[in-house]
């Protein structure tokens, strides 16, 4: 199962969008987005969060745990619950990392 940061690599992939249009829309330094790729770093709630509201095709649940498809459709509903597992499970993820550093 993939992790976090390789479903944004492969979003990145997939999408087609340049690096440096994605860094400009969630307003990253240039690199970023290549570093996050690379998987020589990682990102904070705040980006994450940047990232759902800039690009609202993506799902953020296949995103944060890999639930679903990668993109939503257009003429879906938005849960009303959403914001606060994709809240939980960044929490889960971030402690996780913290164990493993």
Known sequence: MLNIKERFALFVEKSR???TEIEKKIGVSNGFVGKIVAGKSSF???????????????????????????FREQESVKDENLEELIERKVKEILAKEREAN
């Open 44 to 70: 904070s709630v705040d980006i994450l969060e940047r990232i759902i509201v800039e690009f609202p095709n993506l799902n953020p649940l296949w995103l944060v745990e890999g639930s679903g498809q990668m």
């Open 17 to 19: 969008i340049p690096k």
